[in-house]
């Protein structure tokens, strides 16, 4: 497995509309990039006040998938008409995962 890992500080005045559209606008990409395996992403709790606003979690077979949903048409859209705009600060590493063991606590 493949994990791709964003965090975003979003500009000062930023609003909760210009939130929820980019929520929106990233919840459509699993039904148009078949190389997302899991996909989520959301806001930060707020419990300390370094964190990063905004969180995305993707996992891809392989590195390949990661690289056709960073290249993919929608995903581009999305972050030039609804992330970049209100963006301050973006952080984002991709690592390999191990694969799930199998039967571990099975009876």
């Known amino acids: 497995m493949f ?7 979003w500009a000062e005045g930023t609003t ?7 929520e ?5 990409l699993p039904d148009v990039i078949p190389d997302l395996l899991v996909y989520t992403f959301g806001r930060d709790a707020g419990l300390s006040d370094t964190n ?3 969180a995305v979690i993707a ?8 690289l056709s949903y960073r290249d993919h ?13 209100i963006l301050e600060q973006r952080a984002a590493l991709q690592f390999e995962t191990p694969e799930p063991r199998q039967g571990e606590g099975d009876e």
């Open 16 to 22: 909760a509309d210009e939130v929820r559209a980019v």
């Open 73 to 85: 048409p929608s995903h581009r859209a999305v972050l030039e008409d609804v992330i970049k705009p």
């Open 3 to 9: 994990r791709h890992v964003a965090l975003f500080r």
């Open 52 to 54: 990063h606003d905004f």
């Open 59 to 66: 996992e891809f077979a392989s590195v390949d998938g990661f």
């Open 24 to 28: 929106e606008r990233l919840a459509a």
